[in-house]
């Protein structure tokens, strides 16, 4: 049987998203959503210019691919809600991830704003991924209002510093009953495949591909260590222990054998 991971009503192969923030040339976008075959890729509504054909970033994101704007900019609620409805109106569709973000040095999400968007949001029809600072009281609370998975940050937007958020995002895991989507932080493919090993499902990643030497080589690699993190899941992982334990009998083979 396939595995599928389905949001919103869709239905999604790939769980490997990306974001489109980092790329210098917006061509490239299209290559590496082509190359990580990935399926959901995100847009910061401020990004999108529909008078422009050539500067559009929509032009570059190929028809497959489920088009999810962030209120990247918005520092509260209300502002999160209004670029919602902005994106919509525009024809962007009703998947939003709702980022809301006050803080400008460390770039930290607001999470009780983000709760009051998601509220409002979800009443209306939307999609709402909500991205947050890892805590299992307010995801809970997203979940109750409507939120369709919750994205919780590995690290610091942009830091590449990697899942430093593990336990927390363990718990989320196991007591959500929504997705949940790592997003943010995470710097290497093996950090990837951690947050599946975990059980999320599944990981977004930007800054990481988009900075690379080789941005549509990392995509590939980020694409496939994802599914390899995924597959080793659902096959259960072997548990860990304290002491040595031997692969193969240490004892009674050349005894067995003396006469």
């Known amino acids: 049987m396939e595995d599928k991971l389905i949001i919103g009503g869709e239905t999604i192969t790939n769980r490997l ?77 009703n998947w939003i991830k709702i980022e ?51 994205m919780p940050l590995g690290s610091p937007i942009g830091t590449n510093r990697g899942f430093r958020t593990k336990e927390i995002v363990r718990i989320m895991v196991n007591e959500l009953n929504i997705p949940v989507i790592v997003d943010a932080g995470i710097g290497k493919p093996s950090e990837a495949a951690d947050c599946m090993e975990l059980g999320c499902g599944a990981v977004l990643v930007n800054t990481a591909i988009a900075t690379a030497y080789n941005p549509e080589g990392m995509a590939e690699a980020f694409s496939k260590a994802v599914e390899a993190g995924r597959i080793a899941y659902l096959s259960g992982l072997a548990v860990s222990v304290d002491r040595a334990r031997a692969s193969s009998p240490l004892t009674g083979f050349l005894r067995g054998n003396e006469s």
């Open 100 to 150: 809301v973000i006050p803080d400008n040095k460390y770039l930290l999400p607001d999470n009780y704003e983000t709760l009051k968007a998601t509220e409002v949001l979800s009443k209306e029809g939307f999609v709402v991924l909500p991205y947050i600072n890892p805590d299992l009281i307010i995801a809970r609370q997203l979940e109750k209002s409507g939120a369709a998975a919750v």
């Open 17 to 93: 998203f990306i974001g489109t923030g980092k790329f210098e040339n917006k061509k490239v976008i299209k290559n590496v959503l082509e190359k990580s075959k990935a399926e959901v890729v995100t847009v910061a509504l401020r990004r999108i210019d529909m008078e422009s054909k050539s500067e559009n970033i929509l032009a570059n994101i190929p028809k497959h691919c489920l088009l999810m704007t962030n209120t990247s900019g918005a520092r509260n609620a209300k502002e999160a809600i209004r670029i919602a409805r902005l994106a919509k109106a525009a024809g962007c569709g």
